[in-house]
């Protein structure tokens, strides 16, 4: 079905309105037509009814057409308007368009063909400019909204940034309270430990078995307490990036023969076996001694506190491209897969609660990750509940140390690239490392 246009047509001349008419009735349009013959009847009409479009004479009585137009446009009137001029006059015409009008046509062109080419023509028109008014809107519409969103978002990342940085500072003046902390107490801890020492010698008398027996407690508590200050003192460092690495040429199968004498006699105590079984060609690297005895220490220390029964092994071996691997066996509790990534985290525990088996600080991976990370190596961990873990550590040879304190790794617990895998870390004999050091792993 047509669609049926409103048309409004303002002209003071009976036979120039009834030429309109005519010319419209015979075009092929379907349309309902209104006549006003002045300009403020025309004002008035388009006021309060709507019109497809107006065909208004360039002269009318009490106005001319010219300031009609700018009237209907200030009252933002918005219809198609087609001026009929007496005669065309190209000057007056831009005028017209100028001030609003749609189109304009001279009288002595009126009839069917002309009117509706030229209705139909300013009703596209004008449809188009309204599309486009309606989208300009709302592109100013979106644009204010995207800038409230805008503003709010730097308000938020302003706050953030705020929080940001009171969170650094609480975390640094954290670390520097811990770092003091621990040092501070490490001084009469020395002390205690010092003078029990000296009180277990047999030349400043002779003690009764209970003396003896207390004086033995306060010196193994005061070195359990000394240890667990170590490690609180090198993690406030490693988190504030104050850890230096100190490297030198040193015989690590010495490092490491030491370090298993110190802890022999724990293992004994638990009536457990430590083998050793070291396979290097060439035994000098140039790495931090103290912190590879450190990662040995804490290592062998976790295999012999995790193990109730059986054996823990230590194996070294030299891997291509100038690496080294050490790794420590246990047929311990074993570590489920999902505490593999938790374990390496700071004051992170199995078991969490307070009335827990074993003691420590949840320290000692966190900072063994540190520092095999600054050393460029890395982690691999293999586990069974039940069964035993396996921890190797892999390094270079040779550490290259970064030059400026600004490029030193700092504590960065998340950072780690993971490949799970729920491994029996003795399903080949602990006896062929070769073979039994390449199996799936918890890379880190
Ligand atoms: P700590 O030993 O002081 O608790 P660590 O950072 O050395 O802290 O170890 C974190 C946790 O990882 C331990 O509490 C324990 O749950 C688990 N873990 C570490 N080594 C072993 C191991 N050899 N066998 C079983 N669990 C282990």
Known sequence: MKETLRILVVDDNEVDRMAVRRALTQ????????????????????????????????????????????????????????????????????????????????????????????????????????????????????????????????????????????????????????????????????????????????????????????????????????????????????????????PELFDLTKIINIAIAEMRSLAEAKKLSLRVDIDMQQPLVFNDPLRMRQILINLLSNAIKFTESGCIWVEVKELPKNKLAIAVRDTGIGIAPRDFKHIFEAFCQVDQSITRKYPGTGLGLAIIDSLVQMMGGKIILESQLGVGSMFRIEVPRQLSLPTTMDNLPTLNLNSHEIFCSVQNPHSSPPKSSKASMGFPHLKL
């Open 27 to 246: 075009a092929d349009v379907c349309i309902e037509l209104s006549e006003v013959t002045n300009g403020r009847n025309a004002l008035a009409t388009l006021r309060t009814a709507t019109y497809d479009c107006v065909f208004l004479d360039d002269c009318l009585p009490d106005q001319d057409g010219l300031t009609l137009i700018q009237r209907l446009r200030a009252a933002e009137i918005k219809v198609p308007l087609v001026v009929l001029a007496d005669q065309k006059n190209e000057e007056i015409a831009v005028e017209f368009m100028k001030a609003g009008a749609t189109d304009y046509v001279s009288k002595s062109r009126v009839c069917s063909e002309t009117l509706a080419q030229v209705l139909r023509h300013a009703i596209r028109i004008h449809r188009a400019e309204m599309q486009t008014a309606l989208v300009n809107q709302q592109l100013r519409e979106t644009n204010e909204q995207l800038l409230r969103q805008n503003q709010e978002l730097e308000q938020q990342r302003q706050q953030i940034q705020l929080q940001n940085f009171k969170l650094l500072e609480a975390s640094r003046l954290k670390s520097q309270f811990l770092a003091t902390m621990s040092h501070e107490l490490r001084t009469p801890m020395n002390a205690i430990i010092g003078f029990s020492q000296i009180l277990l010698r047999p030349k400043f008398g002779t003690l009764t078995h209970q003396q003896t027996d207390m004086i033995e407690r306060i010196l193994n508590n005061g070195k359990n307490l000394l240890m667990l200050l170590n490690e609180v003192l090198d993690f406030s460092k490693l988190e504030g990036g104050r850890l230096e690495l100190k």
